[in-house]
C-alpha cells in the first residue's frame, strides 16, 4: 500500500481558530439561562459536536423535560450569541504555526480540507481571511451522521480524491478524533486533554505541527 501523505484534512475550532473560547462563553450564557451546570472541562468535551447535540448534553437530566422544538430554538439561540462574539474576529485569531503550515502544504501540492461540525465555517474563515487557503470545505448541513462518525472526513476524502490512508488529519475534540480513527486516516489530536486519547500524533500546539514533522511520522 502506498502511504504517502496526500492530504491534510482539519477541524476548524481549537485546530485553525482560536475560538474555542467564544464557544465556552456562548453555550455557559444558555446554561445559566436555562438552570444547568456548565464549566470548561463540559466545553473542551462536547467540542466537535454540532449544536443540537450539544444542547442535548448541556440539559443532562433535564432533557425529557423539552421538546425537540424547544432545544433547536436553545441551539439557535446559542448561536446566536456566538456570532455576536466572534463579530470582530480576524487574522489575529489563526492558531500558531497553521498559516505556515498551509503555506508548506500548498507549495509541495498536497490537497487541503476543512471538517468542521461548524455551521459558521465559511464566516470564520472569510473573517480570517484564510477561505481561499483550502480546496475544499465540508457542508455540515449535507452531513447526515456527525462525529464520531466517520462521514465528514470520508466525505472530505472523497471529494479531495484522496484514498483515506493518504490523509491525516488534525482535531482536538474526542469525537472528531474517534471519526479520524474510524475513517482509517492518520490522527493528530491537538491539546493536553487528549494526551491519554489514541492517535498517531500528539501536540500540545498547532505551532508543533509543521509539513517536515507530520511527513515523518506519517511514513513511520
Known sequence: MNKS????IFDMDGVIADTVEFYYRANKKIADEIGVPFDRELNQKIQG??????????????NANYTYEEKLKLAE??????????????RSYILPGILELL???KEKRIKTAVAS???????VLTRLEIID??????DIAKIKKGKPDP???????????VPPHCCAAIEDGEAGLKAIQEAGMFSVAVGAHLASSPAHWHVLSTKEI???KLIERFEN
Do not use: H, P, W
Open 5 to 8: 501523505l496526500k492530504a491534510v
Open 49 to 62: 459536536l454540532n449544536r443540537f447535540k450539544t444542547i442535548e448534553i448541556m440539559l443532562g437530566d433535564k
Open 77 to 90: 439561540r446559542k448561536n446566536k450569541y456566538y456570532l455576536e462574539l466572534i463579530k470582530d474576529l480576524n
Open 103 to 105: 503555506k508548506e502544504l
Open 117 to 123: 461540525s461548524s455551521s459558521n465555517v465559511k464566516t
Open 133 to 138: 487557503c483550502f480546496d475544499y470545505i465540508v
Open 151 to 161: 462521514e465528514i472526513f470520508l466525505t472530505a476524502a472523497q471529494e479531495l480524491r
Open 210 to 212: 509543521t509539513l517536515k
